[in-house]
Every structure is written in structure tokens, then in C-alpha cells.
């Protein structure tokens, strides 16, 4: 369960500096696609055909029974509204990463002291938004353009060294009342702090709870002695 300490307010959308993507039909990959499917009003297809055959389950080769819902919420401008900001950071994000999350930021309290986890990607947000692993977004099929891992970046940060974070991102400097302000009285054997931030301008600070416990984690840590900067895949954990 994540549930909030205090939350900074969302920056203004950044849209991804990249060519236009020509309308093609999100089963086919066909140009001028035609009809537009009636639920989400953003996927676009050129026959009755292809919107059938992508309407079924992705292990039939099909996905937007999978992603209709998401690609109604991005519509065609591919950013979050601010509602969804945070369950998509729930759901999509620190579910999938929790089994590397705690682990890492007990091993890094054990040594450091108190902190938090900076956990970071060159993506934005709404990249994270599908369940599959980037095979579209509301834009339709992935273009070479656009491919790649969906990636974050994890550092643990004590919070004396917070001053260093802000000399490489002045952004983040406002964050610092609301994560010494969640410090207080927070028990590091149960909860993990984190600020997260996305390349669409989302920042927050959030509060998520140790899976496994805190000694249990400090066994599997073993594996991470020495690092201080962890790069993962969502889609390979």
C-alpha cells in the first residue's frame, strides 16, 4: 500500500521533444486509418477487421482490451492528468520495484543513517502508464523512434547530503520540508521514503511501507553492498 506523507504539487506536463508520429492504425500499422474505436476515442484503425482482432486478449496478439482505458485517461495528448498522477506512480511503478526498493533502503539506512530513496527516470510518467512493456502509447504502435526500456534510476540519499542533490538539480530543492517533515517520527524498520521524480515535471514525495521486513531485507541487500546507484528495467523485473 503507498499512501502519501506530504505531496508536492505536480510541475506543468513536458511534452517529449520528438518528430511527429504519421496516424496509423494501432493494429496494422496502416496510414489514414479510418474508423476510430467508440469507447476510448483514441485508437484509430482502418477496417472493422483489425479493430477486432486488437480487441482481444494480448495472448492473442491483440492489446487494447488491454490499454483502452489508459488511452482514454491520455487521450491523444500522451501526458496524465493530475488525478492519475499518483496511482499510476502506485500501481505501475513501486508494485513493480518494491522487492528492490526495501531491501535497498534498509541496507543504505543500516550504513548511512536516516534518508531517502531519490528514485528517478529519464521517461515520463505516462510511459508507465500501460501494462505491457512499452509496446504503445496513445499515440498507437511504437515507432523505433520511440522504443526502449522503461528504466529508473535509484540513489539513496541521507538527508545531510541532501544540499549535494540540489548543486546537480536545482528542481528538487523544494522537496526539502516536506521529506525532513515526513523524517519525523518515522520508523526506517517500517517505512521507506522516497522522492520521485519523472522527466514530465512529476514530483512527489511518498511514504511506502518495508515488504518482507526489515532483517529479511538486510539479508537480501547482500547483493547490493557497494552500490550506490541502481539502475532497473520495469519491464525485466
Avoid at 501526458?79 to 511503478?93: D, F, I
Avoid at 522487492?99 to 543504505?108: E, F, G, R, T, V
Wanted: aromatic share 8%; proline share 10%; glycine share 8%.
Amino acid at each position: 500500500m503507498l499512501y502519501p506523507s506530504t505531496d508536492l504539487p505536480a510541475a506543468p506536463p513536458r511534452h517529449d521533444a520528438r518528430p511527429p508520429v504519421p496516424e496509423q492504425c494501432y493494429r496494422c500499422g496502416a496510414r489514414g486509418p479510418k474508423l476510430v474505436c467508440p469507447r476510448c476515442k483514441v485508437a484509430r484503425y482502418c477496417n472493422q477487421e483489425c479493430y477486432k482482432l486488437d480487441w482481444k486478449r494480448p495472448e492473442k496478439g491483440g492489446f487494447h482490451k488491454l490499454n483502452c482505458g489508459t488511452y482514454s485517461l491520455l487521450t491523444r495528448s500522451n501526458t496524465l492528468p493530475p488525478a492519475s498522477l499518483r496511482p499510476t506512480v502506485e500501481a505501475s511503478v513501486l508494485n513493480r520495484v518494491r522487492m528492490y526498493l526495501s531491501p535497498i533502503a534498509c541496507l543504505h539506512h543500516s550504513l548511512k543513517g536516516p534518508g531517502f530513496v531519490y528514485l528517478q527516470s529519464p521517461h515520463p510518467l505516462a510511459a508507465f502508464a500501460f501494462p505491457g512493456p512499452g509496446l504503445r502509447d496513445a499515440h498507437g504502435p511504437v515507432h523505433a523512434s520511440r522504443a526502449g526500456s522503461r528504466s529508473l534510476v535509484l540513489t539513496y540519499v541521507p538527508i545531510g547530503e541532501f544540499p549535494q542533490l540540489t548543486r546537480d538539480d536545482f528542481e528538487v530543492a523544494e522537496a526539502l520540508p516536506h521529506l525532513t517533515g515526513a523524517l519525523k517520527g518515522m520508523d526506517p524498520r517500517e517505512h521507506v521514503l522516497l522522492l520521485v521524480k519523472f522527466r514530465c515535471g512529476f514530483l512527489g514525495v511518498l511514504k511506502t511501507v518495508v515488504v518482507l521486513g526489515y532483517d529479511v531485507c538486510l539479508k537480501l541487500a547482500e547483493d547490493y553492498k557497494g552500490q550506490e546507484t541502481y539502475q532497473l528495467d520495469i519491464d525485466d523485473v
